[in-house]
């Protein structure tokens, strides 16, 4: 249960910093506060087996609209902004440690 916390935690950092520079290339005004509770309440959906993905998905575009204000357009090019940045972060780092 220690490396899932771990690798959570390390997860929810790496988004939502990914998140904030998302929203800032945007014009979007969201405090980094709302940003990170957007990810944590998204990462830990993600986290139900076999359903976590899409609900984690639905819940981050929702949350995005709900929270900062946003349209459904807006919301889904910062999500996949997002994930790209953190995928790639992710990536990178596997790279050197293999």
């Known amino acids: 249960m220690g490396i899932v916390a771990i690798a959570l935690t390390v997860d929810v950092v790496v988004t939502t910093l990914c998140l904030y520079i998302a929203t800032r290339k ?22 139900i087996p076999r359903f976590g993905w899409p609900i984690g998905v639905v819940s981050f575009v929702g949350l995005l609209m709900l929270i ?24 990178g780092v596997a790279l050197i440690f293999s």
């Open 68 to 91: 900062a204000g946003l349209s459904l357009n807006t919301s889904v090019l910062i999500a996949l902004i997002t994930k790209g940045l953190s995928l790639s972060i992710f990536l």
């Open 26 to 47: 945007n014009w979007v005004s969201a405090s980094f506060k709302e940003l990170m509770l957007i990810i944590v309440v998204t990462s830990v959906l993600s986290l």
